[in-house]
């Protein structure tokens, strides 16, 4: 069970990675509990104060509330600077559900595009017989182009899905090229 959603309410139904995101991060966190967010809100102006900051990445948010985490947006873009960029690693292949998240959010967050690391990796390893102008298919920078971050690869593939993701090294200069 996931303990994020356990007390955030807004579950989807999405516990992929929870055993492995709750043992490296050792996190068991009631994001409803007024003390917690407090703290949170606080640390986050807090490290702004501290460090010199652009933005903020938050990863594995498909286990957060999405009230909480648009609760924090809206405090880091009201205390801490307006112009933050926030961006959230939701490792999911639904461009549409994604967008939606995005406009849940007010557009106020950018996401990783998934399904266009999985069409790199699907064209990559299809070699001679890939066709990159298939390569934005259902991407997110096709519904949400400015909240999309494209990339190559899963930073660190964890599960069989990120694995499948994975773009083979003679491809990668192709790629780059074409998300640039």
């Keep these: ?3 994020f959603f356990f007390w955030a309410g807004d579950e989807i139904g999405e516990h992929a990675n929870v055993g ?3 043992c490296r991060m050792f996190a068991d966190i009631d994001h409803r509990h ?3 967010r407090r703290d949170i809100f606080y640390w986050t102006s807090w490290l702004s104060k501290q460090v010199k900051l ?3 990445r938050v990863d594995a948010i498909k286990h957060y509330s999405f009230e909480f985490l648009r609760d924090l947006i809206a405090h880091i873009h009201a205390n801490v600077d307006p112009e933050w960029f926030i961006v959230g690693e939701y ?3 639904d461009s549409e559900f994604l967008a939606r998240y995005v406009e849940f959010m007010g557009h106020k967050i950018s996401l990783f595009d ?3 690391v999985s069409n790199f990796s699907t064209v990559s390893l299809l070699e001679e017989k890939g066709d990159l102008r298939t390569v934005f298919d259902d991407a997110l920078v096709v519904w949400k182009p400015d909240n999309a971050v494209v990339s190559i690869r899963h930073q660190n593939p964890v599960t069989d899905e ?3 993701d994975l773009v083979i090294y003679c491809s990668r200069p192709l790629s780059l090229i074409t998300i640039l």
């Design 20 to 22: 492995v995101l709750c």
């Design 1 to 3: 069970m996931s303990f």
């Design 54 to 56: 652009g933005g903020m």
């Design 114 to 116: 998934v399904q266009l």
């Design 91 to 93: 490792w999911r292949q």
């Design 162 to 164: 990120e694995v499948a």
């Design 34 to 36: 007024p003390d917690v």
